[in-house]
């Protein structure tokens, strides 16, 4: 049973234009997430969080917006440059304040920023 | 500040054999995490240490195993190997406190032939 779910494998954005990547859950116990970039052959990078008290959450050119009661988030690239083509990794975690570190990941979205 | 530190970067190893990953957390982070990537699963939790003991495990078999020193290092352990468990390893740090981000290293290409 995935937890995380992003249904876009890729998603290609002329560069310039907002790119607009999407992540659904079904766990109503995650309190905290987590966006992260990926190049091939390198760990993730940590971009941006949201905590579940909050519905939007701003820095720079990255927003991830949190809609709890559709257990949806997404985040927003504005304006998309090319040098943010990448896999994206939505994340959530339960922690709560008691329990652990550990992450669950959706399986990751291909962005592909086209000049 | 030095980011987190994964040895080696790459390894080949053959079904039946065993392996350790070794992974140095960010200076201060007590918390470690390992993560399994296979282009199939997507990025796959396994276990996380804090002040070395393990705090939480995913549905990983026995084969898998870890451990966290006193320095906050951690290596995995993975025994009798198997044809599926090549996959990129990626180890992460955080303070361990909840709520913040995890901070990932290269990761570890294990290649089991």
């Known amino acids: 049973d995935q937890q995380v779910k992003q249904n876009s494998p890729s998603l290609s954005v002329q560069e310039g234009r907002i790119s607009i990547l999407n992540c659904d859950y079904t766990?109503?116990?995650?309190?905290?997430f987590l966006w992260y970039k990926k190049y091939p052959a390198e760990g993730p990078t940590f971009l941006i969080s949201i905590s579940s008290i909050k519905d939007k959450n701003e820095d720079g050119r990255f927003t991830v917006f949190l809609n709890k009661s559709a257990k949806h988030l997404s985040l927003h690239i504005v304006p998309s440059q090319p040098g943010d083509s990448a896999v994206y990794f939505c994340a959530a975690s339960d922690y709560s304040g008691g329990g652990a570190d550990g992450l669950t990941f959706g399986k990751g979205t291909h962005l592909i920023i086209q000049p | 500040k030095a980011g987190v530190t994964q040895t080696p970067r790459y390894l080949i190893k053959t079904r039946g054999q065993q392996v350790t990953l070794s992974c140095s957390p960010i200076?201060?982070?007590?918390?470690v995490s390992w993560y399994q990537q296979t282009p199939g699963q997507g990025l796959q939790f396994l276990f996380e240490y804090f002040s070395e003991t393990q705090r939480n495990k995913g549905n990983f078999p026995g084969r898998f195993s870890g451990r966290q020193f006193s320095n906050s290092r951690s290596e995995m352990n993975v025994s009798t190997l198997e044809l599926g468990d090549s996959a990129l390893y990626l180890c992460?740090?955080?303070w361990g406190d909840g709520n913040t981000e995890a901070f990932f290293g290269q990761g570890t290409r294990l290649t089991v032939v």
């Open positions: 992460a740090s955080s």
């Open positions: 766990n109503s116990m995650f309190d905290y």
């Open positions: 200076s201060g982070h007590r918390s």
